[in-house]
């Protein structure tokens, strides 16, 4: 398959994939494999690829990259086949039709290369053809056949010595049959629990951290993502171990179920015949000899690639919320990075974010020194007219929140409000060599305070200058496979930057970096021209910056916004190619400029596209440019909200069951959500808890960002686990989040309880 070119069978799976028609598909590649990228392709070629959205386009990335391997690979297989000269037109046809990596390998399995088995040293035995005779004729009395293949000389001197030596290429034969491994795969993953046990030969505190997994069982098909990944990581540390395991009734069993599923797929029965019974006893040993470790490890892979895509999707969607969530807009602000002994880094920004000055409080550590930073920061805040006191929720972070309420409430004055900023990867900033650029003069202990206040201002401009991973919305993403990860992260910075749009003259580089069709490089040959030229005033001048051409151009035009220039379309979302049809649509609604058009909602929403729609521009682009031009520039974010916490609840222990507090949601995953109370402790509400219907995803209910509020359920302070509800009576959960016909028990509470320790285990991970 070449870049551009897919096969029948590839199309019609990718469109599967995505849900879309296969013209849909071939439109999709050619622009991607042209050099396109997906904000574009979503946002501007809407005609072309019959609207597919981004999240389609980047399903098909990901499926294109993984057909591709498998392309790939199936060309390497059947090369070396060739050359083995074993290529035959039934194998050929059968790698063909592979249609996973797994198949693909189940298939090449019988021809790699491998270590001397004892299947091997029996054919060189001559025995396969006893081997043969013995699957073939049933009525033959295996130890009489035997005795006339016995050969000292080759190391098998007796009867029972050649039967085992056929035995082992039998269950060597069987053990490769492409279809059965299939067939055991499937069994095992519907009818098999994961089951983990403790590693009795390990014992110190580290193996403590595992404790819910030390007598664990779970259905397999069942198994979460979070469990998974714990359970694996405890195998890989070497305090676990796992296996897939059947009901203990069945696994105690004179034959296995598994047994049985391969003396049927060879047409091996349960009559008297000699040679049925030594059968038999030869299904047995390949299934327990050969077959079992190897489908378990297949499954085990399974489970963990599964896993793994659960654990990067989650992390990719808390990463589009946080990097989403509302700016608070162009204020100046008060910026606090908490401190006991150290004190409390101060940084005072303008609405532009640069840096006005900085300082160090001294809150916590004698009455004096707090009367003294009580002033300062008046001060502060009066001299910047801050609109906001932004306090990072790290150490300290209540302690300091209330002594600044106590400031605001004894000069209403101020008219400064106090918001908690999640502070997760402010120190990753603050130490690296980008803050060093940006902030060459200012102490590594004052940027902290200074990237607290800009991510107040604008969430997606500051967090984009941190390594997503981290930004700490995920969880085990040292378990997950790195590369998969990283695109799928850069690829959602990406979608939010475009998304929302940048203003080329204030935009910092790393910002610029992640806007359709512009490299790190570019970005920063935009900010260097834009020092040496000042701000640009058209997006056609972009054109003169080195390296950025006219397909980098195409790519990013419609994503750089130029407020103020001298085309008012220039500031808004509409692309630069479409603006011949904008002045056409002016001459035919009799509108004197763009600018007496602009804003006009209802008279736009009066106008049909498809009156202004030719062979180049269709309506679904015209649509979008009329509601661009109803509200041109307009930030596609929510409304700036922040949580008002309780003053009198600062630490896990002044939590009492009843409570009802309001808080921010952190961290989202399958099992529910995390929401910080500003206890520095974050609490879980379970999906079970988190609405007063049944609640599949929690993510219908909230996302990170999200003020909620809640009631306090559940206070473990040895643990220090707090469990919540959203639930209006403020109950652990509705009985309509369980299973049908489910009856509450000892046993079910007990296993509530395992996945409930295995959730907070998952948050520290």
């Known amino acids: 398959?070449?870049?551009?070119?897919?096969?029948?069978?590839?199309?019609?799976?990718?469109?599967t994939d995505i849900a879309a028609a296969p013209r849909q598909v071939v439109a999709a590649v050619e622009l991607l494999d042209g050099g396109a990228t997906v904000p574009f392709i979503a946002r501007y070629?809407?005609?072309?690829?019959?609207?597919?959205?981004?999240?389609?386009?980047?399903?098909?990335?990901?499926?294109?990259?993984?057909?591709?391997?498998?392309?790939?690979?199936?060309?390497?297989?059947?090369?070396?086949?060739?050359?083995?000269?074993?290529?035959?037109?039934?194998?050929?046809?059968?790698?063909?039709?592979?249609?996973?990596?797994?198949?693909?390998?189940?298939?090449?399995?019988?021809?790699?290369?491998?270590?001397?088995?004892?299947?091997?040293?029996?054919?060189?035995?001559?025995?396969?053809?006893?081997?043969?005779?013995?699957?073939?004729?049933?009525?033959?009395?295996?130890?009489?056949?035997?005795?006339?293949?016995?050969?000292?000389?080759?190391?098998?001197?007796?009867?029972?010595?050649?039967?085992?030596?056929?035995?082992?290429i039998l269950a060597e034969r069987f053990s490769l049959d492409v279809t059965l491994r299939e067939a055991l795969r499937r069994f095992l993953a519907a009818s098999g629990d994961l089951v983990s046990r403790a590693n009795t030969e390990v014992s110190n505190d580290e193996a403590e951290k595992f404790r819910d997994y030390f007598d664990y069982r779970e259905p397999y098909e069942r198994v979460p993502s979070h469990r998974a990944l714990a359970v694996f990581r405890g195998q890989r540390e070497g305090y676990l171990n796992l296996s897939i395991e059947l009901s203990e009734a069945d696994e105690s069993l004179p034959k296995h179920p598994c047994e049985r599923l391969i003396a049927e797929h060879f047409g091996i029965g349960e009559g008297d015949y000699p040679g049925e019974e030594w059968l038999r006893g030869v299904c047995r040993w390949a299934w327990r000899v050969k077959c079992r470790t190897a489908i378990e490890g297949d499954l085990f892979e399974a489970l963990q690639q599964r896993a793994q895509e659960t654990a990067i999707s989650v992390f990719g969607d808390n990463l589009k919320d946080l990097l989403l969530a509302a700016p608070a807009g162009n204020y100046a602000v008060v910026g606090l990075d908490?401190?006991?002994?150290?004190?409390?880094?101060?940084?005072?920004?303008?609405?532009?974010?640069?840096?006005?000055?900085?300082?160090?409080?001294?809150?916590?550590?004698?009455?004096?020194?707090?009367?003294?930073?009580?002033?300062?920061?008046s001060r502060y805040i009066r001299a910047s007219k801050a609109a906001f006191v932004a306090i990072g929720n790290g150490t300290a972070s209540r302690e300091t929140s209330q002594i600044v309420g106590e400031v605001l409430k004894a000069d209403p004055s101020l008219g400064a409000r106090r918001v908690i900023v999640s502070e997760a990867g402010a120190s990753?900033?603050?130490?690296?060599?980008?803050?060093?650029?940006?902030?060459?003069?200012?102490?590594?202990?004052?940027?902290?305070?200074?990237?607290?206040?800009?991510?107040?201002?604008?969430p997606l401009a500051e967090l984009v200058k941190i390594e997503p991973k981290a930004i700490g919305v995920g969880q085990y993403q040292h378990d997950v496979d790195a590369g998969k990860l990283e695109r799928r992260l850069n690829a959602v910075v990406e979608d939010c930057?475009?998304?929302?749009?940048?203003?080329?003259?204030?935009?910092?580089?790393?910002?610029?970096?992640?806007?359709?069709?512009?490299?790190?490089?570019?970005?920063?040959?935009?900010?260097?021209?834009r020092e040496a030229n000042g701000p640009f005033v058209d997006r056609t001048e972009l054109l003169k910056v080195p390296f950025l051409g006219s397909a980098r151009f195409e790519q990013a035009a419609g994503f750089l916004r130029i407020p103020g220039g001298?085309?008012?379309?220039?500031?808004?979302?509409?692309?630069?190619?479409?603006?011949?049809?904008?002045?056409?649509?002016?001459?035919?609604?009799?509108r004197k400029s763009v600018l007496e058009l602009m804003g006009d909602a209802a008279f736009l929403r009066s106008l049909?596209?498809?009156?202004?729609?030719?062979?180049?521009?269709?309506?679904?682009?015209?649509?979008?440019?009329?509601?661009?031009?109803?509200?041109?520039?307009?930030?596609?974010?929510?409304?700036?909200?922040s949580a008002d916490f309780n003053d009198a609840v600062q630490s896990i222990e002044d939590l009492r069951v009843g409570m009802k507090l309001e808080g921010v949601v952190t961290n989202v995953a399958a099992f529910g959500a995390f929401v910080d109370i500003g206890v520095h402790d974050n609490g879980l509400v379970h999906v079970s808890a988190m609405a007063d219907r049944f609640v599949k995803d929690p993510r219908d209910v909230v996302k990170v960002g999200d003020v909620v509020k809640v009631t306090v359920i559940d206070v473990d302070l040895k643990r220090r686990r707090i469990a919540l509800s959203m639930r209006s009576d403020g109950a652990a959960g509705p009985s309509s989040n369980r299973s049908a016909g489910h009856k509450s028990s000892g046993k079910d509470k007990a296993a509530q309880q395992?996945?409930?320790?295995?959730?907070?285990?998952?948050?520290?991970?």
Do not use: C, W
């Open 338 to 377: 908490p401190g006991f002994r150290t004190g409390v880094k101060l940084a005072v920004i303008d609405k532009t974010g640069r840096v006005l000055a900085h300082d160090v409080l001294m809150m916590h550590t004698s009455k004096q020194q707090l009367e003294l930073s009580k002033e300062k920061l």
């Open 608 to 641: 049909r596209p498809a009156d202004y729609a030719d062979e180049r521009f269709g309506v679904p682009t015209v649509a979008d440019i009329l509601k661009e031009l109803e509200k041109p520039g307009r930030d596609p974010r929510a409304e700036f909200k």
């Open 754 to 765: 395992t996945a409930l320790g295995a959730a907070f285990a998952a948050l520290r991970r």
């Open 1 to 15: 398959m070449t870049q551009s070119t897919l096969s029948a069978h590839l199309l019609e799976r990718l469109s």
């Open 45 to 168: 070629r809407k005609e072309a690829t019959g609207g597919l959205s981004d999240d389609q386009l980047r399903l098909l990335e990901e499926r294109l990259i993984y057909l591709r391997e498998l392309e790939s690979r199936r060309e390497t297989i059947l090369s070396q086949l060739e050359l083995q000269g074993k290529l035959t037109d039934e194998l050929r046809e059968d790698i063909s039709r592979a249609d996973t990596k797994q198949a693909l390998e189940d298939i090449y399995a019988p021809f790699k290369s491998k270590r001397r088995t004892r299947a091997m040293i029996a054919r060189e035995a001559g025995l396969e053809s006893l081997a043969d005779q013995l699957f073939a004729d049933r009525s033959l009395v295996p130890l009489e056949a035997a005795a006339k293949f016995v050969n000292a000389d080759k190391g098998f001197a007796d009867a029972s010595a050649v039967l085992g030596g056929a035995r082992d």
């Open 497 to 529: 930057v475009n998304f929302v749009g940048v203003d080329v003259n204030t935009a910092s580089a790393e910002l610029l970096g992640y806007v359709a069709g512009l490299t790190k490089r570019v970005a920063k040959e935009i900010v260097s021209y």
């Open 566 to 590: 001298r085309n008012p379309l220039d500031a808004t979302g509409v692309h630069p190619e479409s603006y011949r049809l904008v002045e056409r649509l002016l001459q035919k609604t009799g």
């Open 428 to 458: 990753v900033y603050s130490a690296s060599e980008l803050a060093s650029q940006e902030l060459p003069g200012l102490d590594v202990s004052y940027r902290g305070a200074v990237s607290i206040a800009r991510r107040l201002q604008d």
